[in-house]
């Protein structure tokens, strides 16, 4: 039923039908009757104790982590330094065990290389391998490192007296190097 | 009329009409707003990350974490090479110049270094970054610099300086090399040697760690990335240092003695094929290589190559066994001279006819009976044993720049060449080379090839060598081999050999002496100085150890004179060193004469 035809309609309808159109009008629902409010002081109080909590705990982990971070750079630095003594005590000690020094030390008490036939303890059976021999005297090798680089001005460049008169002469190595000697083969 | 009609065309260019002002107006603003825009599309869309990245960069650190370079150890684990942490000392001249002479005498005095240097550079104008020391240990350094604090010096600061340190100096530098000053960023510069050749496997790779700071000390829950450094890989070499070191003073004593211009030895390990000691003379100190002339910087024991000589006649002797081309006791007989093609060939003692064994032409060193008992060869089966023993070759134990030698090939490889070949001439070999040769005859006919490294390493060049990839191959039989190294005895032998003096008291010791003559440098020709060398393996029946000493230009004599002692003194050590038992067997006495 649309809404254009309704005032052709009433005028059309005996008054009986008044009563239902009246009770056909639209009325304002009542209003429902509220319930009693709860109180909200102690709802509100319990929020912000809880996020006071959540934001002092925040700020004292923090804080404790901060502490314990600079305490990490501090361990760090330090790891850092007995680290750095650790190896310079290393090497050291390897200074301390090279072989020339330990060779050079011996030798300075009167020890000597065994030179002497060797032989051979088995513990097993206690046997005894080769013909044991002493070690000889004065057996010892050299401690000292072969020498360094010369400087350049303690070698001048060979300067060539040529005399004239006996240019044609061939002044020969003292240790007499002569070429064209391959026809011997003095291989041993 | 003409008044007003000028003023108002002189009034209308400067008030156009609203519409174009407006124009006007709007496409300005629109060109100002184009601007925008298209540096909003440069910002936004081709480079978002610029500016947030300066933005992240304020308030991060960045920390290098240095990748340590591996060591280099000899195979008992003792550090032959190590890199310890270290810093440069840095001032700041603009701040140190006013107590400069106080510190200069402070600095001095702790790190040992220059006076004068120092102040100078403590004072220099207009710079603000001068060098005092480099590559300080980290602990004196950072005790250093702190006590200079305590006493009140300002401008002093330290930098990362990594310092490789070679403890034993000299022992074993021909092959360690050195490392250079490091290179701006810290990364090594390798100069020499195995640190040269193995740079990338001894290097690693450095890390670095970002994170978010304030005030000084990481801020936690900030940003954190952390890409660990990876270490080099530390090298374990085939040598033993202590024996490393006896070997180079020995051939030192051994060179001098003989007044030689340079020598070489190694020792190998018979079974193994290891090189146990490797040394060069002369050498120089990997601690301060700049003291020594760069020439040094190697090892000529792979690097040069020269004529073996006599001790060539073993490999060949063993060949003609293996042939079956003769045994030690068949009959020669030897001519005093021996004409072939082009001149003819003498001994080194002139004889008359001597009626000489195979074993008594090795243990006399007859070149003519050498070349008598190569006769029986077929073309070419020398030179297939010759490359089967290694010769021609290069053995790759390591460092870079080795010889192959020269073993002459096709059409060089005349019947004059094959004769002089056949005793050690015409032919070139590199002395790790003709050890691993003779080894073979020690290890019962199979040669190994020789390692310098322990394991497994990988050059830079990507390929990988070491003990793990050291390759076996039977050369000749075990027979063969055997009845070779009782010949070998013989040279030893007092009455019948050339070099009792390199027998070994109470073991049995097969050897070989030779005597060649050198190839001058300066002019390619002989020029009559001679390679003396002796090369040999104990016991003779159960080899444990294969040396080698070899003397160039030695001025004292022959091979058994002058390098003869030297073996006897390495073998003796050796054996003792290691703990070899005398076999307690009687020496061969095949007879040399018949």
Redesign the interface.
Known sequence: MSSSTAPQLRARLPRIAEVAVQRARLTVVPRPRTRPRAPRVPFVTLVSAIMLAGVLGLLLF?TS??Q???R??ALEDQA??L???E??L??QL??L????RI?ARAQDRGMV????????L?LGSGRV???C?GALPDVT???D?????RPAFLDPPTVTVADRAASSMVIERP?????G???????? | MTGPSRLRTARTPLRASPQLRLRIGFILIAMVLSVFAARLVQLQGVDPDNYADMAAEEGTDTVLLPATRGEILDRNG??LA?S??GRMIVADPALTADDAPELASFLSKRLGIDYIRVLERLRVEGSRFQYIARQV????A?EVVSDAADKGFVGLFTQRDPVR?Y?????AANLLGFLGTPRKDGSARALAGLEDAFNDYLSGVDGEARYEVGA??????GDNTVTPAVDGNDLTLTLD??LQ??TQ??L??TV?GSQGESGIAVIMDSRTGEVLALAD???Y?ASEPQ???KSRYRSSALTDVYEP??TQKVLTLSAVIDAGLGRPRQQYVVPPVLNRQD??????WVHGIEHLTLAGILAK?S?IGTVLAADEFAPGVLRRYLTAFGLGKETNVGPRGETKGLLPEGAAWTDQVDD?IA???SLSVNAVQMIAAINTIANDGVRIDPSLVEGSATLDDGTEVGTDHAEQRRVVSVEAARQTALMMERVLDPEDG?ASIAQV???RIAGK?????RVSDA?G??????TASFVGFGPTDDARFTIYVVVHDS?GG???AVAGPAFA?LM??A??RY????T?TRPSQIPVEW
């Open positions: 923090n982590m901060q314990a971070s600079f990490a750079s850092m330094h680290t750095a003594q190896q310079a290393r090497s390897q200074v065990r090279d072989p020339k060779a290389l065994p030179t002497g036939a060797a032989c051979v088995d391998a080769g013909t021999a090798i050299p401690t490192a072969p020498g360094r680089k240790e007499g190097r002569r070429h000697a391959s026809d011997r083969n003095p291989q041993r | 003792e550090a190590e310890i942490d240990p980290a602990s004196l950072n340190q403890p034993f100096d000299q022992v000084g000390a990481q801020i936690p829950l240092a202590d070191f006896y003073q020995v030192q004593q001098e003379y002369p050498s100190d003291e020594w002339p000589g006599s001149r003819p060939i003498h001994d080194h060193s070149n002089r005793f050690g001439q050339v008291p109470g073991y002496t030779g005597t060649a003559q002019c020709c002989y020029d009559g100085s001679r001025r022959g091979g058994s003194k003796s050590y054996l003792r703990g070899v038992p005398p307690e």
